[in-house]
């Protein structure tokens, strides 16, 4: 079982739509949580991060993670074209990176 | 700003071939680490260093290398190339107190 599950899709969805990208774990030392978003043939960049558990927002994205359910999520407001990209989530215990997992990435495509 | 630089972008090798993977960050960055990404794997980490003259295995270190002369570059060494090495490799770099990676573009290897 890998340490982090996250379902590789593809997802498809009309433009405006609300997104859920999902990435579960089995680590119960994992504290700090973030989102990358990978465009094709680019590395990945660092979208949003979350310390333990509870709700972070940044415009149209939201971050959550509930530590009980070793569950976190990312939802996508009003989603785009350009939101088009393949997301990663990404964890870890301490706050370096040397002990980071990533999830295998959802690939995402918002239709116009 | 460049952020973080890595060449060639693309490489075919033959197996049993040696060849170094170049990245360099011109944001001083005292942390750098090598990635390897594989469909439905996701991001596994290679070698990393926490400042020059300072390196350390990660999650899959067999068949690679790493120095770090200085606080710029990075590179990693492919010792004697093999199939299973055929993946994306990337380069990311962080300063204390930052969250997250920044990753470079990205080498595409291909070993035949």
């Known amino acids: 079982q890998k340490e982090v599950e996250q379902d590789p899709g593809p997802l498809s969805v009309p433009e405006g739509a609300i997104v859920s990208l999902n990435c579960t774990y089995s680590?119960?030392?994992?504290?700090?949580f973030m989102w990358y978003r990978q465009y094709s043939r680019k590395g990945p960049e660092l979208l949003m991060y979350t310390y333990s558990s509870g709700n972070k927002e940044d415009g149209r994205f939201t971050a959550q993670v509930d530590k009980s359910s070793k569950y976190i999520s990312l939802f996508i407001r009003d989603s785009q074209p350009s939101d088009s990209a393949t997301y990663l989530c990404?964890?870890?215990?301490?706050?370096?990176?040397?002990?980071?997992?990533f999830g295998a990435g959802t690939r995402l495509t918002v239709k116009p | 700003n460049a952020g973080v630089t890595q060449t060639p972008k693309f490489q075919v090798l033959k197996t049993g071939q040696s060849m170094t993977l170049q990245c360099a960050q011109d944001m001083n960055h005292e942390y750098m680490s090598w990635y390897r990404q594989d469909p439905g794997m996701g991001l596994r980490l290679i070698h990393y260093?926490?400042?020059?003259?300072?390196?350390d295995q990660g999650e899959v270190p067999n068949g690679y290398n790493v120095s770090r002369s200085t606080t710029e570059d990075f590179p990693l060494r492919l010792l004697s190339a093999a199939p299973s090495q055929t993946s994306v490799y990337f380069c990311?770099?962080?300063?204390?107190?930052?969250?997250?990676?920044?990753f470079g573009s990205g080498t595409r290897l291909t070993v035949v």
């Open positions: 260093s926490v400042g020059a003259g300072i390196t």
């Open positions: 680590n119960s030392a994992f504290q700090y």
């Open positions: 990311a770099s962080q300063t204390l107190g930052q969250y997250g990676y920044t």
């Open positions: 990404a964890m870890t215990a301490f706050d370096n990176n040397n002990d980071m997992r």
